[in-house]
């Protein structure tokens, strides 16, 4: 398990910055023309289409709508931005750190961690793992294992931060269980039906919980910076 999180690690984005500026933070847990037009006619009309929908009366509309689950190159990446206007970026750093690592900490939490510093950049990589509930009851409890990874970077007056690299473990102990990504998952094409008004039985618990954490977390971040 060591190895492949050191692997990751080393495949890590930012990681093309001089390898001297990061370090682990000392913490408990360091670690082809005409089927061309064709389609894009097509895809306009749907789009067209949807734009017509009477939104107010689609259930989970939040969820369903383009860009709940925004894609860059292919991948899930929540992004949050924020003016933090009078701090400058080590202020900023100093308080983002302390929320993410009190993250890490909470009851949910299962194996997470600051996993990265950048003192100099004032950037934060720290890497979750936890539980992700979807009901509980007196007899039942249906949860799934959540991974994704939080990089901050701060800079004066600005927060830049993404939350990525999302994938579930569900059910591991039975036959029927799952592990997959957030990318075959929870984006737009596996969630949601191709009207685009109701989301597929399935995914469409993970896709809902989902938005709701990262809601939260992003949340979480506001209300320390304020």
Same mark, same amino acid.
């Given at each position: ?5 050191? %692997? ?10 001089? !390898? ?6 000392? %913490? ?51 992004? +949050? ?33 600051? @996993? ?5 950049? +004032? ?5 979750? !793992? ?50 997959? %990504? ?8 596996? @969630? ?11 995914? @469409? ?22």
């Amino acid at each position: 398990m060591k190895k492949i999180f050191i %692997t990751f690690l080393m495949c890590c984005p930012l990681m093309c910055a001089a !390898q001297s500026e990061w370090e682990a933070p000392v %913490t408990n847990q360091n670690k082809e023309t005409k089927e061309v037009k064709d389609t894009a006619k097509k895809s306009h009309k749907a789009e067209a289409k949807v734009k017509t929908l009477d939104t107010k009366n689609i259930k989970d509309w939040k969820y369903i709508q383009k860009g709940a689950v925004p894609e860059v190159d292919g991948k899930v990446v929540f992004t +949050h931005d924020v003016d933090v206007n009078g701090k400058n970026a080590q202020e900023i750093y100093n308080i983002v750190y302390a929320t993410l690592d009190s993250l890490t900490k909470k009851p949910e939490q299962i194996n997470s961690s600051i @996993a990265l510093i950048n003192r100099k950049g +004032h950037s934060i990589v720290a890497r979750y !793992q936890e539980w992700l509930e979807f009901s509980k009851s007196f007899i039942s409890l249906d949860r799934t294992k959540m991974s994704y990874i939080i990089i901050a970077n701060c800079s004066d007056n600005k927060l830049h931060m993404t939350l990525e690299r999302i994938s579930y473990a569900y059910e591991e102990d039975r036959s029927t269980g799952l592990k997959t %990504t957030a990318e075959n998952w929870i984006t737009d094409k596996f @969630a949601v039906n191709k009207k685009g008004t109701k989301l597929i039985p399935g995914s @469409a618990k993970f896709r809902k919980k989902t938005i709701d954490r990262k809601d939260q977390i992003f949340q979480l971040i506001d209300n320390a910076l304020k």
